[in-house]
């Protein structure tokens, strides 16, 4: 087997990038590597698969540092999603992919207005995508951590995200059901991930990489980023 | 400013007129937030030294060795007085502060913990300042990528001219990568890098703006750090704090035996039109003075550069063991290093008898109904559930939580498996009611969160945070919580690593002095067994049994009950009990270890009845209890549910492993009962009457959103 570069990209204000790459380096095969977004976005179409991790608010930071650096980045990243190869947003990386207008709708700040960091349940959608396999059907604990994670999208929108199956995780509570108190943020319809049409790329608010040891809490993260890097490799 | 005495020894050392900028240099270096002028001599009341301690009492952070090459980082800080004046910005620059002490010495920080304090939470500013916090923290930590750990959270009258933020940052490193002292040659450069220098001031004249600090900087400064040290680059190096460059500079020098020569015009300036004295004594967050060998310069130059950071060589090592400052042509200040740092005449303080207290309990009215005095107490400010403040804070980046807030003590996972729970108390009450046995039996509480979760305690970190030394009776109450850490110090001989005193906590409203009670804020933290998970409180299986471990004494002074009860607190706070206290540790730890124990609580503010409706509230079981009669001189109902005396636990055990926990509490001289059995239903009985979970999970987790539901 060879082995399965994963490009880490770090934009200004990303934190959560060494958690990502821990979790990573515990995978065989794969091959994490970080990207600056100050360097040469090409880098990223050499890799195997993406991923966005999170960190500060993507609009407080990204757009008042590097307006002309993001316009290449976001080329670079369309132009990914395009080709096919696998390719995740956590946390503020998924509000990155639905700024680019990669992944549909958008997340707003949390309905409480507060920040929520918590372990949450997660219901994992029946319709098979490469990032779920194994788990179609499961309820998963993952935590979440966020101000803006309220995911809203309009009503057409949503009819097409549903029919089409490309929502991939909705929140829960202990015993799968999708209830209100179980909703940490506001989102609509419990939303916590979404793919895009092509079903390559992946927007989740949860943090699999904060989820890969029993010791810790969960290893159900892990079983996302193993598939992660396995559909990468199959590429 | 300096007083005449102050002046005169100035003068006198310098052998001459000391310059403006001199007296600016010295009056802030010699204040008391500086210099502990007030305070230093009772340090040696401290247990400070320790086999595991590489760095002890003084040093800005402590450093404690993990075994296996695995140094621990602590620092604590007070931010008190901007945290008054503004709460989210306080907090803000309190955070970004306490950062810094840790990254200085080499350590990556991979925790926080909070302390604060507030007046009753029924009034909406209080609670509204309590929002501003939360939100101050959580900005600047979520977003540096720290996990919170812990914390401690008060509601008190006394507070409510004087808001408390205590604040703590934990690190990791390794003994190659910490900047001990500093090795130098003259000749070396001096590097400022970071972020550019303000007008700003922490505190001080109007005139002055505060300092916020931004995560992005310190984040940046966080990684630029991490390669420098890892490249060994670092002959020195300093963060910039209280009194600025002029701090920041006396410490390096101090530390290396050097002096240092200082070029004010070379900082890098956020805005034109600094004063000279203001470049030097300003307090801009997330800046670093570091001392660079001649052969690394370049290199050093070029990482910050790479980075986006700042920098500017700022001047030179001397072998003078002067802090000689140049502004241009003019040379502004030469002040022997050791005459800033010491030099200053000790001021004469005065203690006074602080007033006696009674044991009497006649005050104690028997309660009809203890199932709702019990939901009382759970919904009350000090005791009920803190997650509406916690879940703000981002607990699990970085992947070594394993334990969250919320449980007895916070616990991460650092290299090497090292596991280490941490805990922060204070029951401020306990301490103005007797100074010495409520900040002893403070950190008794701290002790008891721990070793509930089968760690042993390692190091203290604490933060004395008093009213005006100037004056008899805060004088007193600072000396005499002093003597209650010393004296637990010594008696647990645990070393007190790192540490803080934050004076003049106290506001003159219409002529009368508003004080806080003294508030000895203890953060301890404690290793766990190789290889071994905490321990939690949830009980986890139906038909153990129920052990309460210690003795319970009537001593209902002081407590939640009495609040609850009085509407105020009087009289001889429950005892300080070193060797009950040890015994009772020494068994529930032996118990723990050896497996014995299926979960564990300890019995703090509250009581007993609190205590065991803790481990109920988030589990799956409850319990059938009878507490008519358990070891002690409680004996009435009342005392027995609601004592808070200390040196107690709880250990649930199942029946296969009853005989061996009940031979290890005798080898331990334990005092120990059976309450009960755990029952399948969620349900808690204690005999003469019963509380639904719900009901109790209702009471704890709906006390502080009550206060919070219009914020």
Known sequence: MHSVTIAVVKFPGTNSEKDVIRALQAIPDAEPQIVLSREDPALLLDADGVIIPGGLSYGDYVRANAVAMIDDMRDVIREIADSGKPMMGIGNGFQILSEFKILPGSLKPNKTGRFVSKWVYLRVCENPTMFTEGLEGKIVRIPVAHLEGRYQIGKKGLEKLNSSHEVVMKYCDVDGEMTSDANPNGSIENIAAVVNEKENVLGLMPHPERAVRGEVGSNDGLLILENFVRAAEER | ????????????????????????????????????????????????????????????????????????????????????????????????????????????????????????????????????????????????????????????????????????????????????????????????????????????????????????????????????????????????????????????????????????????????????????????????????????????????????????????????????????????????????????????????????????????????????????????????????????????????????????????????????????????????????????????????????????????????????????????????????????????????????????????????????????????????????????RSLCTPWANVFLVGETHRELNGTEFQRFQLGRTEGIPPGYQPEAEKRTMNAVLSVIEKGLARSCNNVGRGGLGVALLKMVIRGNYGFRLDLSDVPGTAKKQSAILYSESSARYIVEVTETKQPEFLKVMNQHRAAVCELGLTMAEPTASFGSFVIQREKARKSYENGLRQYMKNL
């Open chain 2, 1 to 536: 400013m300096l007083d005449d005495r102050e002046r005169d020894q100035l003068t006198i050392a310098l052998g001459r007129e000391p310059t403006e900028t001199e007296l600016h240099i010295v009056s802030v270096m010699w204040s008391e937030r500086r210099s502990y002028k007030s305070s230093k001599r009772w340090f040696q009341l401290f247990k400070t030294d320790g086999e595991r301690v590489v760095l002890g009492l003084g040093g800005g952070a402590g450093l404690v060795d993990l075994g296996d090459d695995v140094i621990l980082g602590i620092a604590l800080e007070s931010n008190n007085h901007p945290f008054q004046v503004n709460s989210y910005g306080g907090a803000t620059s309190g955070v970004a502060g306490v950062i810094s002490d840790v990254i200085s010495h080499g350590c990556r920080p991979i925790g926080l913990m909070n302390c604060l304090r507030f007046g009753d939470p029924r009034k909406p500013k209080n609670a509204e300042n309590l929002g501003d916090a939360a939100r101050g923290i959580s900005e600047f930590a979520n977003s540096v990528g720290i996990p919170m750990v812990g914390g401690d959270l008060e509601f008190d009258e006394s507070f409510e001219r004087n808001n408390l933020f205590n604040v703590a940052c934990i690190g990791v490193t390794e003994s190659d990568r910490i900047v001990r002292g500093v090795v130098s040659q003259p000749g070396d450069s001096l590097i400022l890098f970071g972020a550019k220098t303000a007008n700003e001031r922490l505190s001080g004249p109007s005139k002055y703006t505060t300092p916020m600090g931004s995560p992005l900087t310190k984040r940046i400064l966080i990684d630029t750090l991490e390669q420098l040290l890892e490249e060994g680059f670092l002959a020195g190096l300093e963060d910039l704090g209280g009194g600025g460059l002029a701090s920041a500079g006396a410490k390096l020098a101090a530390k290396g035996n050097i002096g240092l020569n200082i070029l004010l015009e070379r900082v890098p300036l956020k805005e034109e039109d600094i004063e000279p004295v203001d470049i030097l004594l300003s307090e801009s967050q997330d800046r670093m003075l570091a001392v660079v060998a001649p052969q690394n310069l370049e290199s050093v130059l070029r990482i910050l550069d790479e980075n986006e950071v700042p920098n500017a060589v700022i001047g030179w090592v001397t072998d003078d063991d002067m802090l000689t400052i140049r502004y241009y042509v003019d040379e502004i200040a030469k002040v022997p290093v050791i005459l800033l740092l010491s030099g200053f005449p000790e001021p004469k303080r005065y203690e006074e008898y602080l007033e006696e207290r009674t044991t009497s309990t006649a005050w104690v009215k028997e309660p009809d109904d203890h199932a709702e005095v019990l939901l009382r107490l759970l919904e009350s400010a000090n005791i009920t559930s803190r997650e509406w403040l916690y879940s703000q804070f981002d607990q699990h980046i970085q992947g070594n939580t394993l334990v969250d807030i919320g449980e007895n003590s916070g616990v991460l996972e650092l290299p090497k498996g090292k596991r280490v729970a941490f805990t922060a108390a204070c029951n401020s009450t306990w301490c103005s009611l007797d100074p010495f046995t409520g900040a002893a039996n403070s950190a008794a509480l701290a002790l008891r969160n721990l070793v509930s979760m089968g760690a042993k305690p390692i190091l203290i970190a604490d933060c004395l945070n008093l009213g005006n030394p100037e004056r008899p009776e805060p004088y007193s109450q600072f000396v005499e919580t002093a003597r209650g850490v010393g004296e637990f110090s010594r008696h647990f001989d645990i070393p007190v690593v790192t540490g803080n005193v934050s004076p003049y906590n106290e506001a003159d409203v219409d002529g009368v002095c508003l004080r806080i009670k003294p508030t000895p804020q203890i953060i301890m933290a404690g290793l766990l067994p190789e290889g071994r998970l905490p321990l939690r």
